[in-house]
């Protein structure tokens, strides 16, 4: 009982987290916006146009698409789902991290649910989610780290900062990034789970099991990260990679509307770090504030205003609302849905 009364507060604490960080990021972004050129922020935006807009939003689907295969290479041989399921279930899990007021992981969880429609079971989809996110955490980082040595190469006292810093940053992700690897594949994390599970079914008053439950979130990561299935997993990486780097793409449409010429490695630096700035703000949904922030700190070192800036961010929004309104609608017709969606399919063992 006294497990349950402390666990109340924290997770009462944790809901209120990303509440808290969506009215801090707006009070940001407000702030941005109000002390500077509004009338400029405005005229930059107008510049893009329709045609312009309509192409940052199909280069996005195009990133998201990429994304969904990804995640479908993760599981391939290892389920007999096909790549749609992933894809649709992609645009949901964007749309849910960056419309609705959750951390930028909220999207995730989600996902792997919905996944559970197609006949995966729920550790195998727990175990694709969390596989796919340290492949594109990796990739991120591989990505940022181009752009820092693409930033390295230009002049002045403040790039050569933010390289540096950038830097150190990475050094300790990476450390992170590896240790959360080893312990995936550690026996230790499979201990931590029986204790996990061990706990909760104290708490829960739960029965114990009759042998025949599922097998845990480890066997199911131990399935997916096999030793035979390590093209799959480098399909799934250089999906991410290209989907990373096509991302520059939105800037350099906005950049080229509003008149402003700059190089392909220029705009690789901006999206780069621009990304890694809203990643670093995880808990602040869809980096609202961070993202605009980071765009008027990067965009200085090639000489674009702060008011261009913003309406750059401002750009990369538009396809927040165009595909995240309807991959929201299509969350809920799956919910409603839940009985007459694909039958489930035999879950093939690993390789």
């Avoid at 996902?111 to 559970?116: E, F, K, M, P, V």
Wanted: with cysteine; aromatic share 6%; charged share 15%.
């Amino acid at each position: 009982m006294s497990a349950r009364v402390m666990a109340g507060p924290g997770r009462a604490l944790l809901r209120r987290l990303p509440l808290a960080g969506t009215v801090l990021g707006i009070g940001l972004a407000l702030w941005l916006i109000s002390t500077n050129d509004v009338a400029a922020i405005g005229a930059a935006f107008g510049r893009i146009g329709f045609l312009g807009l309509a192409a940052v939003v199909l280069v996005r689907v195009a990133v998201i698409l990429l994304c969904g295969l990804a995640w479908a290479r993760v599981l391939q041989g290892v389920v007999t789902v096909g790549s749609a399921p992933f894809v649709i279930l992609r645009f949901v899990r964007e749309g849910i991290n960056v419309l609705l007021p959750v951390a930028s992981v909220g999207g995730e969880f989600v996902g792997g649910r919905l996944l559970t429609f197609w006949g995966v079971t729920g550790t195998l989809a727990a175990a694709s989610v969390l596989a796919d996110m340290l492949i594109q955490v990796a990739t991120e980082m591989t990505f940022v780290v181009m752009g820092v040595l693409l930033l390295q190469k230009l002049e002045g006292e403040q790039a050569a900062s933010l390289a540096g810093w950038t830097l150190e940053v990475l050094a300790v992700a990476a450390v992170l990034l590896a240790a959360f690897f080893a312990l995936q594949r550690s026996g230790a994390a499979r201990r931590i789970e029986r204790r996990v599970v061990s706990w909760g079914r104290q708490v829960s008053a739960a029965p114990a099991s009759d042998g025949c439950a599922e097998p845990g979130v480890q066997a199911a990561l131990d399935a997916v990260w096999a030793r035979g299935r390590r093209l799959d997993l480098a399909k799934a990486f250089l999906l991410h990679l290209a989907a990373w780097c096509l991302g520059a793409a939105e800037i350099w449409i906005a950049l080229a509307c509003i008149g402003i010429e700059i190089s392909v490695s220029d705009v690789i630096v901006l999206e780069s770090l621009s990304q890694a700035i809203k990643s670093a703000a995880f808990p602040v949904p869809s980096g609202l504030g961070v993202q605009e922030g980071g765009f008027v700190l990067i965009g200085a070192l090639f000489g674009i205003d702060a008011g261009t800036a913003i309406a750059l961010s401002l750009v990369k929004r538009v396809p927040d609302v165009v595909l995240g309104l309807p991959s929201l609608i299509a969350w809920q017709v799956l919910e409603a849905r839940r009985a007459t969606v694909l039958p489930p399919t035999p879950i093939a063992g690993p390789r």
